[in-house]
């Protein structure tokens, strides 16, 4: 299978050095940056999305993966664990390990086709509804908590 690099260039210079080493009749793609529309083409075709994160935000780019049904292999650091939950597959942040449990996930279909639903189903409970009820609840806690004080 292809290796798609998403996102754009020169954010860090380790990940374009190893693009340049890749040799060539390995097959490669560096779409540059998704734009939303394109996601389900890219990720809904996906084998494995794979996003090995060494700190993440909220961890929107395996909840996109997971929302066009792609299997994930992920890190668990920071909001990853949360969002991802047991619908995802985990690695390390070591490089060699990271390449071991790609080639495993590439050559387990069923736990592949597994975690491809798990996530799907996971992404539906990720609604704006929900969002919008989590925030109200921390900013309801908050006030009361000051009026307490």
Same mark, same amino acid.
């Given at each position: 299978?292809?290796?798609?690099?998403?996102?754009?260039?020169?954010?860090?210079?380790?990940?374009?050095?190893?693009?340049?080493?890749?040799?060539?009749? +390995?097959?490669?793609?560096?779409? /540059?940056?998704?734009?939303?529309?394109?996601?389900?083409?890219? +990720?809904? /075709?996906? %084998?494995?999305?794979?996003?090995?994160?060494?700190?993440?935000?909220?961890? #929107?780019?395996?909840?996109?993966?997971?929302?066009?049904?792609?299997?994930? #292999?992920?890190?668990?650091?920071?909001? #990853?664990?949360?969002?991802?939950?047991?619908?995802?597959?985990?690695?390390?942040?070591?490089?060699?390990?990271?390449?071991?449990?790609?080639?495993? +996930?590439?050559?387990?279909?069923?736990?592949? +086709?597994? %975690?491809?639903?798990? /996530?799907?189903?996971?992404?539906?409970?990720?609604?704006?509804?929900?969002?919008?009820?989590?925030?109200?609840?921390?900013?309801?806690?908050?006030?009361?908590?000051?009026?307490?004080?």
């Amino acid at each position: 299978p292809a290796l798609v690099v998403a996102g754009g260039q020169g954010h860090d210079d380790d990940i374009d050095k190893a693009v340049a080493e890749v040799p060539a009749h +390995l097959r490669l793609l560096r779409p /540059g940056y998704l734009r939303y529309a394109d996601l389900p083409g890219f +990720l809904g /075709g996906a %084998l494995i999305a794979a996003y090995p994160s060494y700190g993440e935000g909220f961890g #929107l780019p395996i909840l996109e993966a997971m929302a066009c049904a792609a299997p994930v #292999l992920t890190t668990p650091r920071l909001s #990853l664990p949360e969002v991802g939950g047991d619908a995802v597959a985990y690695t390390s942040e070591d490089p060699d390990q990271i390449a071991a449990d790609l080639v495993a +996930l590439l050559d387990d279909e069923p736990r592949r +086709l597994a %975690l491809a639903k798990a /996530g799907f189903d996971r992404a539906k409970e990720f609604t704006w509804e929900s969002s919008a009820e989590v925030h109200l609840a921390a900013w309801t806690r908050a006030r009361d908590r000051r009026s307490v004080d």
